[in-house]
């Protein structure tokens, strides 16, 4: 909090002199501060751009620190944050190669998308496109309609299906197959 009361005396003295302001916010702190951390913030700040640092939402998941970030990014977007930051799988561990921060950058995409949801600044249209992707089993849909298509495709390359309509999860009880078998013979039914 005292951090807080500083960051908006600042950010009065620099836009006193006419300079551009983004506040930077905590890195590690419980989901259930989030909301209220972002709204103080807002307060002091008088509505400067926020910054959150994810955040971590736990500390006990070294190797796993992107989705912790994640899941404290769509908190912190939810409640009003305007900017997040990414954090990859070798935060509190070593150097982040190429491989990891593409993971962390993944990671925070999906938990911004989630909370401009939330915040209502898009309805989930890609969801509905991928919702309509799966129920006609089209997967080159469902890979354009994914966060990261080439990781989409490569999970469902290396386990190929013997019936390429569906995944290796169910096989031949495909529920999505079976029910669209049945929903055509129903309607042929119909039309008979
Ligand atoms: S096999 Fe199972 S998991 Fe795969 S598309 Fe069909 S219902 Fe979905």
Excluded at 140 to 149: H, L, T
Aim: with cysteine; hydrophobic share 40%.
């Amino acid at each position: 909090m005292q951090e807080l009361i500083i960051l908006g005396e600042l950010v009065d003295r620099a836009r006193e002199r006419g300079v551009q302001t983004i506040v930077e916010g905590p890195g590690h702190i419980p989901l259930k501060e989030i909301a209220t951390n972002v709204m103080i913030q807002k307060k002091l700040c008088k509505n400067a751009p926020f910054y959150m640092l994810g955040p971590i939402v736990t500390d006990i998941a070294p190797a796993y620190d992107h989705i912790v970030s994640s899941i404290g990014a769509s908190q912190s977007a939810a409640a009003g944050a305007d900017f997040i930051c990414y954090v990859t799988p070798a935060e509190h561990l070593a150097l982040p190669g190429p491989e990891d921060v593409k993971e962390g950058l993944i990671a925070s995409r999906i938990g911004a998308y989630v909370g401009d949801m939330a915040k209502g600044i898009h309805n989930g249209e890609l969801d509905l496109v991928m919702a309509n992707a799966r129920k006609k089993l089209d997967w080159e849909g469902q890979y354009a309609a994914a966060i990261c298509p080439a990781d989409a495709r490569a999970i469902r390359d290396a386990k190929p299906p013997e019936d390429p309509d569906t995944c290796t999860m169910c096989g031949s009880y495909c529920a999505v197959k079976l029910v669209n078998e049945w929903l055509d013979d129903a309607s042929q039914d119909v039309f008979d």
